[in-house]
């Protein structure tokens, strides 16, 4: 390991312990008028970003386990973010769509998201952004790989 491993190894519990807060207390929460979860909110970007998805893309995107993403897609129904439909193709299966309440917050999580990735790169290189996203990529290659996550 290099030189800065204790730092890095201190900085990602500080990250975990971030991610940790906001998912119980709301991710952008001054920001947004509604409490969500890091669950609910990917699923909002993933739904507003295909606008109808299936139930089961939407699971397989999200490599998530189908109980917690179905839960939260119920949430989100009960507060009039999402909604179900049967699939028109099959009609067995199950479509899910914002509704316009949905596409509002999918606009400003969006607005967020990239007010924050500008924060984050402003001072930085494109050599770094590259060191960056292939240090990102060997966290996610490590969790799925380790933890056997799809």
């Known amino acids: 390991m290099a030189n ?10 500080r990250l975990y312990t971030k991610i ?3 998912d119980k207390n709301g991710y952008f929460k001054n920001d947004l008028a509604l409490r ?3 669950m609910e909110l990917l699923i909002i970007k993933r739904v507003g ?5 299936r139930l089961n893309v939407l699971i397989d995107t999200l490599e998530i386990d189908r ?4 839960q939260a897609i119920k949430k ?4 009039k973010i999402a909604q179900k439909n049967k699939d028109p193709e099959d009609g067995r299966g199950q479509c899910i769509s914002l509704l316009p309440a949905g596409h509002a917050i999918h606009g400003q999580i969006l607005e967020l998201q990239k007010d924050e990735l500008d924060f984050i790169l402003s ?3 494109i050599n770094e952004e590259k060191t960056i996203l292939k240090f990102i990529s060997k966290i996610v290659q490590y969790h799925t790989e380790k933890f056997e996550i799809k």
Do not use: F, K, P
């Open 49 to 53: 970003e295909a606008e109808t998805i």
């Open 36 to 38: 969500l979860s890091l």
């Open 4 to 13: 800065y491993s204790r730092e890095i190894a201190h900085m990602l519990d």
């Open 20 to 22: 940790l807060s906001q």
């Open 123 to 125: 001072d930085v290189t």
């Open 76 to 79: 989100l129904c009960s507060m």
């Open 67 to 70: 109980n917690l993403v179905t």
